[in-house]
């Protein structure tokens, strides 16, 4: 069984940075996930395999990093420039298909999330 946990999150301010990380399996594709209130869960980002293949969610490209270091099997989202509509509970997410994918039926493995407050 696969755990994740997420850590990072806290509160920021707009046009600030925070930083997210959770452990990322080997063998796996990794996917950030965001749930506002009162809101569907939506992508954020995602990163292949070996790290060569990203996508990001238009309303965080530009903005948003997201990394891994498969020597130290950790994932990370970096988050600048802050914006009071990032405020969510962010999830970290591992799937197993063969195609890294947006949709988060894709993933097989989530985290318990974690908050991100961006408010001045």
């Known amino acids: 069984q696969v755990q994740l946990r997420e850590s990072g999150g806290g509160l920021g301010q707009p046009g600030g940075s925070l930083r997210l990380s959770c452990a990322a399996p080997?063998?796996?594709?990794m996917g950030w996930f965001r749930q506002a209130p009162g809101k569907k869960r939506e992508f954020v980002a995602a990163?292949?395999?070996?790290?060569?293949?990203?996508y990001y969610a238009d309303s965080v490209k530009g903005r948003f990093t997201i990394s891994r270091d498969n020597a130290k099997n950790t994932v990370s989202l970096q988050m600048n420039s802050l914006k009071p509509e990032d405020t969510a509970v962010y999830y970290c997410?591992?799937?197993?298909?063969?195609?890294?994918?947006?949709?988060?039926?894709?993933?097989?493995?989530w985290g318990q999330g974690t908050q991100v407050t961006v408010s001045s």
């Open positions: 997410a591992a799937g197993s298909g063969l195609l890294l994918t947006a949709v988060d039926r894709g993933y097989d493995y």
């Open positions: 990163i292949g395999r070996s790290g060569g293949t990203l």
């Open positions: 080997s063998g796996y594709h």
